[in-house]
């Protein structure tokens, strides 16, 4: 089975501030990990994903995750907010691959930009 | 990465009738697609897998006969949300992987139902 958690629903930043969004996962396998951003009304965007490489994880726009197997956690972080990342972002884990297997979301968490 | 389109992406519809909302992979082969449902403010919800040649499998909860799903070729999977009410109204979205691609999945951009 797998499962992941969303620690916070909201975070707010400054802008030019780093940002963290926690993510806790369980997985019954190794799991392949992703991050998804969706802005406002459209479709999701994939940030980075994980998949039992590099346990530090570079993706798009800044973003950056690192994968800590003892800790369970793969926490999205980017060193220097931008207004443009004010958007919702998912934690997804797929116990096999991800390709042609389910996905399981996380409840989401809203980041906001404020100057 | 791969492309994935959704039409319509917008629809509106009189309760009672049916829509069919497309998901059609542009530029790969995909052996499995996905359909979301996601609530305003929510998580997506995972409705079905479609596997291209069989029957789609729900996930609990799911009422398939309200909600079809046709996985006729390895580009397109089809929803058909069968007489549509207001309760049904919602942002679908689907996914497409497999294929050449065993670690990711594409997400469609989303169709916003409205049920009046």
């Known amino acids: 089975a797998q499962s992941v958690t969303q620690l916070d629903s909201h975070v707010s930043v400054s802008e030019g501030t780093p940002v963290l969004l926690r993510c806790n996962y369980s997985?019954?396998?190794?799991?392949?990990l992703f991050w998804y951003v969706q802005h406002p009304n459209k479709g999701l965007q994939l940030l980075l994903k994980y998949t039992s490489a590099a346990t530090l994880v570079k993706g798009i726009n800044g973003f950056e995750a690192e994968f800590k197997k003892s800790e369970t956690s793969f926490h999205l972080t980017k060193p220097s907010a931008h207004m443009s990342d004010a958007a919702e972002y998912f934690c997804v884990v797929s116990d096999q691959g991800g390709g042609g297997n389910k996905l399981t979301f996380g409840t989401g968490t809203q980041l906001k930009v404020e100057l | 990465g791969a492309v994935v389109s959704q039409h319509p992406s917008r629809v509106i519809c009189k309760s009672g009738t049916s829509v069919k909302i497309e998901c059609r992979s542009l530029?790969?082969?995909?052996?499995?697609m996905f359909w979301y449902r996601q609530f305003p403010k929510k998580s997506l919800m995972l409705m079905a897998t479609s596997n291209e040649g069989s029957k789609a499998t729900y996930e609990q909860g799911v009422e398939k006969d309200k909600f079809l799903i046709n996985h006729a070729s390895l580009t397109l999977s089809t929803l058909t949300v069968t007489s549509a009410h207001p309760e049904d109204s919602s942002f679908y979205i689907c996914?497409?992987?497999?294929?050449?691609?065993?670690?990711?999945?594409?997400f469609g951009p989303g169709t916003r139902l409205t049920v009046l």
């Open positions: 997985s019954s396998y190794s799991p392949s």
């Open positions: 996914s497409a992987g497999g294929g050449e691609w065993t670690n990711e999945q594409f």
């Open positions: 530029d790969f082969q995909a052996t499995t």
